[in-house]
């Protein structure tokens, strides 16, 4: 018993062993977190000695963890949080204020409701107040002065010098495999709303020659269209962390799309504490973690 009380997890080292996992490999956790790939296999090989387990699998084709690695995983995840937060609350300086903070569907389903979920917890007397809308729509309340800041998407090739960049995405054409498009007819097109800068960009582009699109299904949740695509309804443009086994990317015969970047936009308009607070903690996080982790 008092050889185990005297071993200990480094909090360091079970930040490598996170960012492993969600950025799938030694080399993209160290790029993450800005350290060697040898700093980084040199902390999981202290923790493995400190434990006296092995945590990840050297074997080729074996799983990235072993049994003993995955069930370390769920315990790092919890130390780090409450780790993280217990610094913030005790470096905390008193906020006070409001805050109308926009942002995207795509953004509700991650982690940004933790780390707001915090914020609230370490500033009690800061108000936010949250609202979903298309990006095209955010842009335009910031632009009138109804939102303090938003993160949206835009085309990479579009980031402002003022825009705070979060991560990038890719962005695809996909389909089901069993829809068969005919050459010479309209291609069924799922689009967002009116206000989607995705459908606009392919519209656009259709009517420069590429191709004709018909727009089949008009819906503003990203799961609907998810489900018009596995059912075979049409083509949809969609970014990563929306596809779905099954779906077949399309290569050729459509223009490639622009990469997607993830920004915090700022209104014009005389910047408060409480708002400088909250985005350095969205910004830190993104840092950390290289993008918005879809919450499970």
């Known amino acids: 018993m008092a050889g185990v009380m005297t071993r200990r997890l480094d909090i360091e080292a079970l930040r490598a062993l996170a960012a492993i996992e969600k950025h799938g ?11 060697s790939q040898s700093a980084v296999s040199h902390k999981i090989r202290r923790l493995e000695e400190s ?28 130390i780090l949080g409450i780790h993280d937060e217990a610094v ?12 109308a903070l926009g942002m995207t569907e795509d953004t509700t389903c991650t982690d940004l409701s933790r780390i707001l979920g915090r914020f609230r917890r370490l500033y009690p007397e800061v108000t936010v107040r949250t609202i979903v809308r298309m990006s095209l729509t955010l842009q335009e309340l910031l ?16 980031v402002r010098p003022a825009d ?12 089901s495999p069993d829809l068969a498009l005919r050459k010479g007819e309209a291609v069924p097109f799922l689009s967002f709303d009116e206000n989607c800068f995705y459908r606009r ?33 049409g083509v949809a443009l969609l970014n990563q962390r929306h596809l779905r ?26 910047r408060n504490p409480a708002l400088e607070s909250l985005v350095r903690e969205i910004e830190a996080e993104t840092s950390r973690c290289g993008r918005l982790q879809i919450a499970v």
Not at 61 to 72: I, R, S, V
Not at 145 to 155: C, M
Not at 256 to 268: E, H
């Open 245 to 270: 086994p099954g779906m077949e990317i399309i290569e050729n015969g459509f223009p490639k799309p622009p990469d997607l970047a993830y920004v915090v936009r700022r209104a014009r308009k005389p």
């Open 25 to 35: 490999g030694v080399t993209r956790a160290a790029e993450a977190l800005g350290l």
């Open 164 to 175: 705070i960049p979060l991560f990038s995405e890719t962005l695809h054409w996909v389909k």
């Open 201 to 233: 960009w392919g519209i656009d582009r259709g009517q420069d020659g590429w191709t004709v699109f018909e727009i089949v299904l008009e819906c503003s949740s990203a799961a609907g269209i998810v489900a018009g695509v596995t059912s075979g309804l």
């Open 88 to 99: 913030l609350s005790l470096s905390k300086s008193t906020l006070q204020g409001k805050i």
């Open 51 to 78: 434990l006296d387990c092995e945590i990840l699998n050297r074997k080729p084709n074996a799983p990235m963890f072993t049994t003993a690695g995955q069930d370390l995983l769920g315990y790092a995840r919890r």
């Open 143 to 158: 632009a009138q002065g109804a939102l303090d800041a938003a993160i949206i998407q835009v085309f990479q090739h579009e």
